[in-house]
């Protein structure tokens, strides 16, 4: 019975693991740390109910303690990121030693009476059983374990005085789970039990772990895609779901809006006691079908505005506020009724605003896209971030003529299209752990072409027809080669539109300084040199030793990132 227990507790964790590893581009290294010492423990008591000598238990026991005793530190790395906790490195190493002198302790009970004075095996109903008596370091894993639960317990109380920015949720879900293994342990200390909790509550722990990464994932995302989409200075955001719990906002709306610094991650409004808050209730419950206000705060003149959206593949609505700062409007506007200025100026803030819906819609197309696409994921706003540096040196440097504000400004906001056609490429496809086969790689060809369509479609209505060229070229050619080996028409030197050499020396400086799912990221050295050697053949020789003059700008982006 007990080694049934232990071998269902060993495929539980493994499978929990599995489930994990495909967030492991979102979430710390500890997390994964943290269950494959959850499934190592296991595996040790396993063994341990299936041994039949004392050799063979000892060992058991070394591998359940290799996993146990590591589990806490990862368990405690855990628990600081959730609450939002930094931990130095010095505490941190402070906590590796105890775990590694526990470990010295165990690997050594077959010579030195340290941890355990003496060991035994007995065969009950047919399970082995390692009886102990424990020597005077036996205390130190109970002690440990105390040093956890408080250092945790710690992490959970400022979590709930200091950080709204951590969901009620994953602070009861975080308190909780520490109480289960702290009560079973104790339990077993007190009441001798005939088998080992531990696995039980750790294993009950990787569930809720797992629970709250894919839920902080989900508002991780509605946060990472408002900051993609409300990069002006001039406008703000805060999002709530379909039933009206709090899901984010950045610092501008907090300081517009003093009430918002009330909220907490995860909850409802509780008291709609301003003008402001009673509006968002509205807009929450469909009683208004306005979708713009004004409000007045302090100095500040807001327009906010009120959308339903959806984001990635969740079916929920989110309700997504957009605040602008129409104070200087007001004042313009204020100034034409009593001097009869000029309504140019009105004119142009009132395009720009137009505009800058138009590059949220697209940019959350594009965002769309990439949420679809779990190899690369980031992909699309390191690559436009490439394109703006790239760009602005060009210009810096003035070395096209051709080479306008107007004409850069596009070839930077189309950049975010450049992978648009993979809408239609099947998520099989898009998310194979692996290399493509020739003809997988033949399908996944067929994206630049249908972006181009795509892309020709969604802009069929805009008057910038310039923009509209430089996006459908971007999309289109981004994959041609300045020897004419590229797709999907196999252009070849000018004959590749300009704002398509760029988007290439962009695309694959990226794959090439990226962790993808078939390879490790390069190194800085590695990856231009690459990059120099492909000049002439995959790349505009003369554009290719431009973008490498911008290394050390590009170095610190990517560093930037890694943080």
């Known amino acids: 019975m007990l080694s049934t227990m232990y071998t269902v507790l060993f495929i539980l964790s493994l499978g929990f693991t599995v489930l994990l590893f495909k967030y492991r581009d979102r979430v710390s290294a500890y997390y994964l740390m943290l269950f494959m010492s959850i499934v190592i423990m296991n595996m040790g008591y396993v063994q341990l109910s299936n041994a039949h000598t004392l050799e063979a238990a000892i060992l058991a026991n070394q591998t359940s303690y290799l996993g146990s005793s590591c589990a806490p530190f990862f368990l405690t790395m855990c628990f600081a990121d959730l609450c939002k906790v930094k931990i130095s490195s010095f505490y941190r190493n402070c ?30 109903n047919g399970v082995g059983t390692l009886v102990k008596e424990y020597g005077p370091l036996h205390n130190l894993n109970p002690l440990y374990l105390l040093l956890v639960v408080v250092l945790n317990v710690i992490f959970i109380l400022r979590a709930v005085r200091f950080h709204r920015e951590v969901s009620l949720v994953t602070t009861i879900t975080l308190s909780v789970g520490l109480f289960l293994i702290a009560t079973l342990y104790i339990l077993e200390r007190v009441k001798h039990y005939p088998i080992e909790t531990l696995p039980i509550s750790y294993v009950a722990g990787q569930a809720a772990i797992l629970f709250l990464v894919r839920r902080i994932q989900k508002y991780n995302q509605v946060a990472r895609t408002a900051d993609y989409m409300m990069r002006s200075k001039n406008h703000s955001f805060l999002v709530f779901d379909s039933c009206g719990r709090f899901l984010g906002a950045d610092e501008t709306a907090r300081k517009w809006f003093g009430e918002i610094a009330e909220l907490r991650i995860d909850r409802k409004i509780k008291k709609e006691n301003t003008d402001f808050l009673i509006q968002v209730g509205k807009w929450i419950r469909g009683e208004d079908d306005q979708d713009t206000v004004h409000f007045h705060r302090d100095d500040f003149y807001i327009e906010v505005q009120h959308r339903h959206t959806r984001w990635s593949h969740d079916k929920e609505k989110m309700h997504s506020i957009y605040l602008w700062d129409e104070t200087q409007q007001y004042e313009y506007t204020k100034l034409l ?54 760009v602005r040196h060009l210009q810096e440097e003035n070395i096209y003529d051709f080479l306008t504000k107007e004409y850069a400004d596009n070839i930077i906001k189309a950049a975010s299209l450049h992978d ?15 290399r493509f086969t020739p003809e997988e790689f033949d399908e996944m060809k067929k994206h630049s072409q249908i972006g181009a369509k795509l892309v020709a479609r969604m802009l069929q209505s805009s008057d910038d027809e310039e923009f509209k060229r430089v996006a459908i070229n971007v999309a289109h050619y981004h994959h041609e080669r300045w020897d004419g080996s590229g797709y999907p028409k196999g252009l070849r030197g000018e004959k590749i539109p300009f704002e398509a050499r760029i988007m290439a020396l962009a695309d694959v400086f990226d794959a090439l300084v990226s962790k993808r799912c078939y390879k490790e990221k390069y190194d800085y050295d590695k990856a231009f040199e690459i990059m120099r050697e492909s000049a002439n053949n995959h790349f505009d020789p003369d554009l290719c030793m431009e973008f490498i003059e911008c290394r050390t700008k590009l170095e610190n982006l990517y560093d930037a990132i890694d943080e």
């Open 95 to 124: 906590l590796m030693a105890y775990a590694g002198v526990i470990l010295l302790c165990v690997f050594t009970i077959n010579k030195v009476g340290w941890y355990y004075k003496e060991v035994s095996f007995e065969i009950n």
């Open 420 to 434: 648009f056609g993979k809408v239609a490429i099947s998520d099989v496809l898009l998310n194979k752990p692996g």
């Open 337 to 390: 009724e009593h001097y009869g200025e000029d309504l140019e100026k009105e004119v142009s803030e009132k395009t720009e605003k137009l505009q800058l819906i138009q590059n949220d819609i697209l940019a959350n197309m594009a965002n769309i896209v990439e949420n679809r696409d779990s190899n690369t994921g980031g992909h699309i706003v390191r690559t436009s971030d490439v394109v703006q540096i790239f």
